[in-house]
């Protein structure tokens, strides 16, 4: 379980980092709409570093796993409110590798308690 959290969160990055390399191609010069494109790529990379933090450290801290799954909910919700207005492939390729994430991270701190 712990590799395929691990390869999700590594695509979710790979998204982000290609949504900050396509804005100044798809966009000409720095509006706001750049602006809010390349930080929903900057949000993606901070959100597949949370997940891997909270897959390797050594202690178990409850706040760390907290603050991931919030990220990851409210991840998810705000793809899902972007599918409603744009449906495209891989947006919805990203919702459901954000979805599958969540449900992997939380289950993987369920089964550290168990152990």
């Given at each position: 379980m712990r590799k395929i959290i691990l390869s999700i969160t590594m695509v979710i990055c790979m998204f982000g980092i290609v949504h900050i390399v396509v804005?100044?191609?798809g966009y000409n010069g720095y509006t706001i709409n750049d602006l809010w494109f390349a930080s929903f790529g900057c949000s993606?990379?901070?959100?597949?570093?949370?997940?891997y933090v909270v897959m390797n450290i050594k202690q178990?801290?409850?706040n760390i796993f907290i603050v991931c799954h919030v990220a990851n909910i409210l991840c998810a919700?705000?793809?899902?409110l972007i599918l409603?207005?744009?449906?495209?492939?891989h947006i919805i390729l990203l919702?459901?590798?954000?979805?599958l994430e969540t449900i992997l991270i939380i289950r993987y701190q369920f089964y550290l308690k168990s152990d």
């Open positions: 804005t100044p191609i993606l990379i901070f959100l597949a570093l949370l997940n178990r801290q409850t919700i705000l793809v899902s409603t207005s744009a449906l495209f492939p919702f459901v590798l954000l979805v």
